[in-house]
């Protein structure tokens, strides 16, 4: 099993930044893959970004790409999310995922997840 705890969520204003964290615990072999998504009320959830912790590989969905910045820090079993130029649409429950294997940004791939952090982006 892994488990996954969000930090950093917020609120701030159209133009502003924030970093969301991602810790993972317990069996970390089963989270070389991670990924962060999103989901606004009445919406679907949305893949906005996901790593491979093996080779660093990323992929990004077209409403962040140049914003929005995925990284981790394998020493803490930590993953990342940058988020700058935030804009009111950015305003979902973030949560970040992991699996054994390649998922991209689709939420169907992961096993694990974490609870949740709110980013609210005012205009």
């Known amino acids: 099993q892994v488990q996954l705890v969000e930090s950093g969520g917020g609120s701030v204003q159209a133009g502003g930044s924030l970093r969301l964290s991602c810790v993972a615990s317990?069996?970390?072999?089963?989270?070389?893959?991670m990924a962060w998504f999103r989901q606004a009320p009445g919406k679907e959830r949305e893949g906005v970004t996901a790593?491979?912790?093996?080779?660093?590989?990323?992929a990004y969905a077209d409403s962040v790409r140049g914003r929005f910045t995925i990284s981790q820090d394998a020493a803490k079993n930590t993953m990342y999310l940058q988020m700058n130029s935030l804009q009111p649409e950015d305003t979902a429950m973030y949560y970040c995922?992991?699996?054994?294997?390649?998922?991209?940004?689709?939420?169907?791939?992961?096993?694990?997840w974490g609870q949740g952090t709110q980013v609210t982006v005012s205009s």
């Open positions: 995922a992991a699996s054994a294997i390649w998922g991209g940004r689709n939420p169907s791939s992961y096993a694990y």
């Open positions: 317990g069996d970390t072999r089963r989270s070389d893959f």
């Open positions: 790593i491979s912790i093996l080779d660093r590989s990323t």
